[in-house]
């Protein structure tokens, strides 16, 4: 039983930081349409 938790721990982790660099991301592709935008 032990085991399995500290899997899922593990993977929700992983998912956590995926979707952070997604929307660090998307943020990052908003900021530069911004930018050429403005140019």
Excluded: A, C, P, W
């Excluded at 943020?27 to 140019?39: A, C, E, G, H, V």
């Amino acid at each position: 039983k032990r085991n399995i938790k500290v899997l899922y721990y593990h993977t929700i982790l992983r998912v956590q930081k995926e979707s952070l660099k997604r929307i660090h991301m998307k943020k990052m592709l908003n900021y530069f349409l911004i930018l050429i935008m403005r140019n």
